[in-house]
């Protein structure tokens, strides 16, 4: 397996990393991705971060930029990067990190059938030995929930997954919206008052920095919580179902 900086390193000299909504990514995976690079480079690092939401003209702006730039490679973090990225640029190679299904954002149709100058590292949700895990922890449970993001490709996979896990076993998920860190703490005890048994909190990039909302809304109305992130389990939020360790990722790319 190549380390990433040391790719990165092979391909050149000014690599670029373009990264969105720094307020609700991975800070774990992001700092180990920049630590690794700085050791590796002795050229220079470009960064483009936008801090909110930027809009489809923003997004396709910056991507512009980044083919004018003379980067010799581009570091698309998060799907909605990786995407903007490949809509501008086929000859500049990208590596992609936080993405949840590159195929999804348009990368490839497989992971050996894809654009010859796109690479990266995903986490694919074991939304199966999920629900396994649940079933013999909880006897009986009939009725799960979750929060998502709908604006959010990488949300709205892993939803659609666990709902297909549990249906496939004869659960039901109840999943209801919440597309900004203001309304995860209502969304939250809207779904801990629902007629469910346990919350199965999927790992996209808002739920993830917020979930201690979610947990406050789990034991005020005393219902189990599971994640799907070792951080939460480390912070003492949730019980681990099948986790995915950002910060090992993170280490893993670099």
Do not use: W
Not at 130 to 144: D, M, T
Not at 192 to 219: E, G, P, R, T
């Amino acid at each position: 397996v190549v380390q990433l900086p040391q790719l990165v390193a092979e391909l050149g000299e000014r690599p670029f990393v373009f990264s969105i909504q720094e307020e609700i990514r991975s800070e774990d995976e992001y700092q180990i991705l920049l630590t690794g690079l700085k050791k590796q480079m002795s050229g220079c690092i470009i960064y483009d971060e936008f801090h909110s939401l930027p809009s489809y003209d923003q997004m396709d702006s910056a991507s512009y930029f980044l083919r004018r730039s003379g980067a010799d490679i581009i570091i698309a973090v998060t799907t909605p990067a990786l995407q903007a990225v490949l809509n501008r640029t086929s000859n500049i190679p990208i590596v992609f990190v936080l993405v949840a299904d590159p195929v999804a954002a348009g990368a490839g149709s497989s992971d050996t059938d894809h654009l010859p100058n796109v690479t990266g590292s995903y986490v694919a949700l074991d939304a199966e030995g999920a629900i396994a895990l649940l079933k013999e922890c909880i006897p009986g449970v009939r009725r799960l929930g979750t929060l998502f993001v709908p604006s959010e490709i990488n949300s709205i996979l892993y939803k659609d997954t666990l709902d297909k896990a549990a249906r496939a076993v004869g659960l039901e998920l109840v999943a209801l919206a919440s597309a900004t860190s203001a309304e995860v703490p209502d969304a939250a005890m809207a779904l801990a008052s629902q007629d469910i048994d346990v919350i199965c909190q999927i790992a996209d990039n808002l739920h993830n920095v917020a979930f201690s909302s979610i947990a406050n809304a789990a034991k005020s109305h005393k219902k189990p919580i599971f994640g799907f992130s070792t951080s939460v389990v480390r912070d003492g939020l949730a019980i681990a179902t099948t986790a995915r360790d950002f910060e090992q990722g993170g280490a893993d790319s670099a």
